[in-house]
């Protein structure tokens, strides 16, 4: 157990057992002090039991609901958390909202942020990567309460030894100010595949698929995991663009990235190059995504994905 | 100051001065800061330029007293982000520049721009890119908001304003959201949003007759211990070039490829 200091974790809407990240973020602040939770919304009796699973003592709620805007109610209630708390860092996941939550909080407490954690020492210094993925930087919060977001797969999740149930805090939610209401929420279809944020197995296709996303998605079946895509595939509507890997899409850092029929541009390699695995296949032995794999296919993924796909399935029976 | 008809709009686009992403990009060995030799506009800032011009255009242009504002922060040749958004079709532009500002983080930048902005008078909207291509932390934007006290409507996919509101699209994973907010309000847009034009022989023409008002921190009552890398929340303690991953295997399809490709998953356990 390293210090006594406690480390915040920010459970952003929960729905029903917690996302994988935010078990990874309570594992990340068990090694670092004592894990604390703050929940934008009270917590059932099954969600508190978990939160105590992974060893968080006290739970902040906000003692009247928040309001459906965006961003700005979060960050005023968790000013307050930080100031009845007085933790030692905020960990908070790495979305579009974790991440646009910390830096409205930061200006609120005078405190530095550091994004796109993906390892956090418990000197509370932070190892990211910047500039697409061409350095690897450590990091550090010099002035305030680090708030710190970390990317999914930064660490294994694990359930602790926690006992007994946390106690619940109520905190004032605080005023948000100005903020843009959400009108509007319509959910995407469910692939039932995992999220490709958080999922350990990645398959992504690009140009190279032709309008046919059949393959990626039987490969990506046959291993458990998401599928993801280029921008050339997704600004051409063969499929969604939630799918979208890079720059401006999702960063992702899996376990495994099968990328097939993608060239490897600069803007994709920026969403996937701290992938621990990297695979790529491409009839173009000239692609510069054979750059950066660990395993090459040179060869038509018409033929190779399908058979990777059977042999899978082969050998798991 | 909530607009309820549908008068001229001031809006201010903020566009940053970035390194090229075609070349290789480095941080320097003592400060680990961006080396800029190579620099361009943000090219994810070209979507907020547009996304400004449509919207001035749809109410008559600069003609009808419509303003769009281009403002970065950064060194001398960040002059060059504001000269081309003026080409596109902007209508002046600031640029704020100072010795101390160097090494400056989010933090920092905010402050800056949240200052240039207030000396501006009162602006109807705020537009900026996702993030930018070189910090790619998508702070600035929400850290701003904040300091300006603005509704923000961040990763926009669509963007209309109509009657003192404005409404973004945004795509956020599993969900679709519309989000809505009055004036005046930040936005921050993603490449879904527009196609950018390009600069044209007239635009260029007509650049080099438009404003570019530069000011330094003492111009904005800012001290320059609260910039740079004095005023910085946050140090990078080092860096490193990313290894080159280490030789990799490529083999060629020769018909057993998928096989081989799974045999090399189950070498690293990964199946
Ligand atoms: C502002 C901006 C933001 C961007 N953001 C992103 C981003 O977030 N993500 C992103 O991915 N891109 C992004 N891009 C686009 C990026 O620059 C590239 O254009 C894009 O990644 C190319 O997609 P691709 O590799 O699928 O297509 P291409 O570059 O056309 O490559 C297709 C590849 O498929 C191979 N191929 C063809 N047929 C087969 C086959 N049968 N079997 C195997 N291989 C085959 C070809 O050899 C080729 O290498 C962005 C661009 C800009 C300007
Ligand atoms: N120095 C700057 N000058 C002007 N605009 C900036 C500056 N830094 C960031 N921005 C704006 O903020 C957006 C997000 O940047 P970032 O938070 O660095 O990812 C950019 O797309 C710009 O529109």
Same mark, same amino acid.
């Given at each position: 157990?390293?210090?006594?200091?406690?480390?915040?974790?920010?459970?952003?809407?929960?729905?029903?057992?917690?996302?994988?990240?935010?078990?990874?973020?309570? &594992?990340?602040? @068990?090694?670092?002090?004592?894990?604390?939770?703050?929940?934008?919304?009270?917590?059932?009796?099954?969600?508190?039991?978990?939160?105590?699973?992974?060893?968080?003592?006290?739970?902040?709620?906000?003692?009247?609901?928040?309001?459906?805007?965006?961003?700005?109610?979060?960050?005023?209630?968790?000013?307050?958390?930080?100031?009845?708390?007085?933790?030692?860092?905020?960990?908070?996941?790495?979305?579009?909202?974790? /991440?646009?939550?910390?830096?409205?909080?930061?200006?609120?407490?005078?405190?530095?942020?550091?994004?796109?954690?993906?390892?956090?020492?418990?000197?509370?210094?932070?190892?990211?990567?910047?500039?697409?993925?061409?350095?690897?930087?450590?990091?550090?919060?010099?002035?305030?309460?680090?708030?710190?977001?970390?990317?999914?797969?930064?660490?294994?999740?694990?359930?602790? &030894?926690?006992?007994?149930?946390?106690?619940?805090?109520?905190?004032?939610?605080?005023?948000?100010?100005?903020?843009?209401?959400?009108?509007?929420?319509?959910? /995407?279809?469910?692939?039932?595949?995992?999220?490709?944020? *958080?999922?350990?197995?990645?398959?992504?296709?690009?140009?190279?698929?032709?309008?046919?996303?059949?393959?990626? *998605?039987?490969?990506?079946?046959?291993?458990?995991?998401?599928?993801?895509?280029?921008?050339?595939?997704?600004?051409?509507?063969?499929?969604?663009?939630?799918?979208?890997?890079?720059?401006?899409?999702?960063?992702?850092?899996?376990?495994?990235?099968?990328?097939? @029929?993608?060239?490897?541009?600069?803007?994709? /390699?920026?969403?996937?190059?701290?992938?621990?695995?990297?695979?790529?296949?491409?009839?173009?032995?000239?692609?510069?995504?054979?750059?950066?794999?660990?395993?090459?296919?040179?060869?038509?993924?018409?033929?190779?994905?399908?058979?990777?796909?059977?042999?899978?399935?082969?050998? /798991?029976? | 100051?909530?607009?309820?008809?549908? =008068?001229?709009?001031?809006?201010?686009?903020?566009?940053?001065?970035?390194?090229?992403?075609?070349?290789?990009?480095?941080?320097?060995?003592? =400060?680990?800061?961006?080396?800029? =030799?190579?620099?361009?506009?943000?090219?994810?800032?070209?979507?907020?330029?547009?996304?400004?011009?449509?919207?001035?255009?749809?109410?008559?242009? +600069?003609?009808?007293?419509?303003?769009?504002?281009?403002?970065?922060?950064?060194?001398?040749?960040?002059?060059?982000?504001? #000269?081309?958004?003026?080409?596109?079709?902007?209508?002046?532009?600031?640029?704020?520049?100072?010795?101390?500002?160097?090494?400056?983080?989010?933090?920092?930048?905010?402050?800056?721009?949240?200052?240039?902005?207030? =000396?501006?008078? !009162?602006?109807?909207?705020?537009?900026?890119?996702?993030?930018?291509?070189?910090?790619?932390?998508?702070?600035?934007?929400?850290?701003?908001?904040?300091?300006?006290?603005?509704?923000?409507?961040?990763?926009?996919?669509?963007?209309?304003?109509?009657?003192?509101?404005?409404?973004?699209?945004?795509?956020?994973?599993?969900?679709?959201?519309?989000?809505? +907010?009055?004036?005046?309000?930040?936005?921050?847009?993603?490449?879904?949003?527009?196609?950018?034009?390009? !600069?044209?022989?007239?635009?260029?023409?007509? +650049?080099?007759?438009? #404003?570019?008002?530069?000011?330094?921190?003492?111009?904005?009552?800012?001290?320059?211990?609260?910039?740079?890398?004095?005023?910085?929340?946050?140090?990078?303690?080092?860096?490193?070039?990313?290894? !080159?991953?280490?030789?990799?295997?490529?083999?060629?399809?020769?018909?057993? +490829?998928?096989?081989?490709?799974?045999?090399?998953?189950?070498?690293?356990?990964?199946?």
């Amino acid at each position: 157990m390293a210090g006594t200091a406690k480390i915040l974790v920010f459970i952003d809407s929960p729905d029903g057992p917690l996302h994988k990240v935010q078990r990874e973020l309570l &594992t990340l602040a @068990g090694t670092l002090g004592e894990p604390a939770a703050a929940v934008s919304s009270p917590p059932d009796e099954a969600l508190l039991a978990e939160l105590a699973g992974y060893g968080a003592a006290t739970v902040y709620q906000p003692a009247a609901q928040l309001e459906d805007s965006l961003v700005a109610p979060n960050a005023a209630f968790l000013a307050n958390v930080v100031r009845e708390a007085a933790p030692a860092a905020v960990l908070l996941e790495n979305s579009y909202e974790g /991440k646009e939550t910390a830096a409205r909080l930061g200006i609120k407490l005078s405190s530095g942020v550091v994004t796109d954690a993906i390892a956090v020492a418990p000197d509370l210094s932070v190892t990211k990567s910047v500039l697409a993925g061409a350095y690897t930087v450590v990091a550090k919060v010099t002035t305030g309460t680090p708030l710190i977001t970390v990317k999914a797969n930064s660490i294994e999740a694990a359930a602790g &030894t926690g006992t007994g149930m946390p106690v619940v805090v109520e905190v004032d939610p605080g005023e948000p100010g100005p903020a843009a209401r959400v009108t509007e929420r319509s959910a /995407k279809p469910a692939s039932g595949r995992p999220d490709l944020g *958080e999922a350990r197995v990645v398959v992504a296709g690009g140009r190279g698929v032709n309008g046919d996303f059949g393959p990626i *998605e039987e490969l990506a079946d046959a291993l458990g995991g998401a599928v993801g895509a280029s921008r050339a595939a997704t600004d051409a509507g063969w499929i969604d663009h939630s799918a979208q890997v890079g720059q401006t899409g999702k960063t992702v850092s899996p376990q495994l990235y099968i990328s097939a @029929g993608i060239s490897g541009a600069i803007q994709q /390699k920026a969403g996937m190059q701290t992938a621990q695995v990297i695979v790529a296949v491409n009839k173009d032995a000239d692609s510069p995504v054979f750059e950066i794999a660990d395993f090459g296919v040179v060869g038509d993924l018409f033929q190779v994905l399908p058979q990777a796909a059977g042999e899978i399935r082969k050998r /798991k029976g | 100051m909530h607009k309820a008809d549908n =008068s001229a709009l001031k809006i201010v686009v903020l566009v940053k001065y970035v390194p090229d992403t075609q070349f290789d990009r480095h941080l320097t060995a003592n =400060s680990h800061t961006v080396d800029r =030799s190579e620099s361009i506009l943000s090219e994810l800032d070209e979507y907020a330029i547009e996304a400004a011009l449509q919207l001035i255009e749809a109410r008559g242009g +600069a003609k009808a007293g419509n303003t769009v504002t281009a403002l970065t922060v950064g060194p001398a040749a960040a002059v060059n982000a504001v #000269k081309k958004a003026l080409q596109l079709g902007a209508t002046d532009g600031v640029h704020v520049t100072d010795e101390a500002l160097a090494g400056s983080d989010a933090s920092g930048t905010s402050l800056v721009l949240a200052a240039a902005i207030r =000396s501006l008078g !009162p602006v109807d909207l705020v537009l900026t890119g996702m993030a930018s291509t070189d910090g790619e932390t998508s702070l600035v934007p929400a850290q701003l908001a904040e300091r300006l006290g603005l509704a923000q409507l961040t990763f926009a996919a669509s963007l209309e304003v109509d009657g003192g509101v404005v409404t973004a699209r945004r795509d956020d994973g599993q969900e679709s959201e519309t989000v809505q +907010a009055q004036l005046p309000a930040l936005v921050s847009v993603t490449d879904q949003i527009n196609e950018p034009r390009y !600069p044209n022989f007239k635009g260029i023409i007509a +650049a080099k007759k438009k #404003k570019v008002a530069e000011l330094a921190l003492s111009d904005l009552g800012l001290d320059p211990g609260q910039v740079g890398r004095t005023g910085a929340w946050t140090t990078v303690l080092s860096a490193e070039a990313r290894p !080159p991953r280490g030789q990799g295997t490529i083999i060629t399809d020769e018909g057993d +490829a998928g096989i081989k490709l799974v045999d090399f998953l189950a070498s690293r356990k990964l199946l």
